[in-house]
């Protein structure tokens, strides 16, 4: 992709964005270091859905607030591919440099996401143990956390999926199953979400499959031509707590035509209508990450930002209520 076009593209989405952004979190104090977690400092802005005849919201879908995360330039808080819940407000992300992040959800009284606090990182490791230290093995894209506890990672360029064992006691990481699909360098596995006593994947170009230790199942097939950044393709995916799951696509046509959606996908791969759109002039951003849970009546939704480490684009964290 063309850098000036790109870059002109996200400063546009930028001061979109920012038009109603108001400061509502105060720099994080660390608490002690604990099980090999290192702090990390940051702040939150909160921010609106941006202009009107940006964001279209179905009918029984409210917006629940949200959030940009700022960090120092060299903060490892960047790069955010794929976010998960961890229970009691916590939260868990992976970086496509190879990083896991954590941290507590922050809400008011009427439930809407106002801050993102307790933040910490660890860097993930190879097989045997030592830190991964290079791009090209640590460009993490998914993250799952099975129905035995276990953390699973996604990787694109190497493509693989290694289990890194409870989030209580992480560890070197171990292989599994993942497609037997010819996945492109830098277009693989963006979509891990939990399935049963599995794991579904879904590819950025397409496909989706079902997968256990003993094998991966075509849910659905990838298509003949590979989706291109103007198609919708899936970039994160999570549970739904209510059956299914729930999907994040992007979008994106030159110069300046940057697109979120929020869907559900059923059993057979197929994907229901939108449910949250995201584009200018409203807030709008590469959004990658996903996760779901039920509260009450409704389910919340929490769609995460990778800002790629670019000083014109954000690492965002909204929140959507679905009934």
Same mark, same amino acid.
Not at 197 to 205: F, K, N, Y
Not at 285 to 305: C, H, K, P, Q, V
């Given at each position: 992709m063309?850098?000036?076009?790109?870059?002109?593209?996200?400063?546009?989405? *930028?001061?979109?964005? =920012?038009?109603?952004?108001?400061?509502?979190?105060?720099?994080w104090? @660390?608490?002690?270091?604990?099980?090999?977690?290192?702090?990390a400092?940051?702040?939150?802005?909160?921010?609106?859905l941006?202009?009107?005849?940006?964001?279209?919201?179905?009918?029984d879908?409210?917006?629940?607030?949200?959030?940009?995360?700022?960090?120092?330039?060299? %903060?490892?808080?960047?790069?955010l591919?794929d976010?998960?819940? *961890?229970?009691?407000?916590?939260?868990?992300?992976?970086s496509?440099?190879?990083?896991?992040?954590?941290? *507590?959800?922050?809400?008011?009284? !009427?439930?809407?996401?106002?801050?993102?606090?307790?933040?910490?990182?660890?860097?993930?490791?190879?097989?045997?143990?030592?830190?991964?230290?290079?791009?090209?093995?640590?460009?993490?894209?998914g #993250?799952?956390?099975?129905?035995?506890?276990?953390?699973?990672?996604?990787f694109?360029?190497?493509?693989?999926?290694?289990?890194?064992?409870p989030?209580?006691?992480?560890?070197s990481? &171990?292989?599994v199953?993942?497609?037997?699909?010819?996945?492109?360098?830098?277009?693989?596995?963006?979509? #891990?979400?939990?399935?049963g006593?599995?794991?579904?994947?879904?590819? &950025? %170009?397409g496909?989706?499959?079902? =997968?256990?230790?003993?094998?991966c199942?075509?849910?659905?097939?990838?298509?003949?031509?590979?989706?291109?950044?103007?198609?919708?393709?899936?970039? $994160?995916m999570? !549970?739904? @707590?209510?059956?299914?799951?729930?999907?994040?696509?992007?979008?994106?046509?030159?110069?300046?035509?940057?697109?979120?959606r929020?869907?559900?996908?059923?059993?057979?791969?197929t994907? $229901? @209508?939108?449910?949250?759109?995201?584009? #200018?002039?409203? *807030?709008t951003?590469?959004? &990658?990450?996903?996760?779901?849970?039920?509260?009450?009546?409704?389910?919340?939704?929490?769609?995460?930002?990778d800002?790629?480490?670019?000083?014109?684009?954000r690492?965002?964290?909204?929140?959507?209520?679905?009934?």
């Open positions: 063309n850098r000036r076009i790109y870059v002109a593209a996200l400063a546009a989405l *930028t001061l979109a964005a =920012c038009a109603s952004a108001v400061v509502t979190s105060r720099p104090t @660390p608490p002690i270091e604990i099980d090999g977690w290192t702090l400092e940051a702040s939150s802005r909160a921010v609106s941006g202009w009107p005849g940006g964001a279209v919201l179905a009918r879908v409210r917006y629940a607030g949200g959030v940009t995360l700022q960090a120092d330039p060299g %903060s490892p808080l960047h790069s591919s976010l998960k819940l *961890t229970g009691d407000s916590g939260f868990i992300a992976v496509d440099v190879g990083d896991l992040a954590r941290g *507590t959800l922050a809400l008011d009284r !009427r439930g809407r996401l106002i801050g993102l606090e307790a933040l910490r990182v660890r860097r993930l490791s190879l097989t045997d143990g030592t830190p991964i230290s290079q791009k090209a093995e640590g460009d993490a894209e #993250l799952a956390i099975t129905s035995g506890g276990d953390l699973l990672v996604s694109e360029r190497d493509h693989r999926i290694w289990n890194y064992g989030l209580t006691a992480l560890r990481p &171990e292989a199953r993942r497609p037997d699909f010819p996945f492109a360098e830098n277009d693989g596995m963006e979509g #891990l979400a939990a399935s006593d599995g794991w579904r994947v879904a590819g &950025e %170009s496909g989706v499959w079902d =997968c256990s230790a003993a094998r199942a075509v849910a659905a097939a990838p298509p003949a031509t590979p989706l291109t950044d103007a198609d919708y393709r899936i970039t $994160g999570d !549970r739904d @707590p209510a059956g299914g799951w729930f999907v994040v696509q992007r979008s994106y046509r030159a110069p300046v035509d940057v697109r979120a929020v869907r559900r996908m059923a059993k057979d791969g994907l $229901g @209508p939108v449910l949250v759109e995201l584009k #200018l002039p409203g *807030t951003d590469n959004f &990658e990450g996903i996760a779901a849970e039920r509260r009450g009546d409704r389910t919340r939704l929490y769609i995460l930002s800002d790629n480490f670019n000083a014109v684009q690492t965002m964290m909204l929140a959507f209520d679905v009934r």
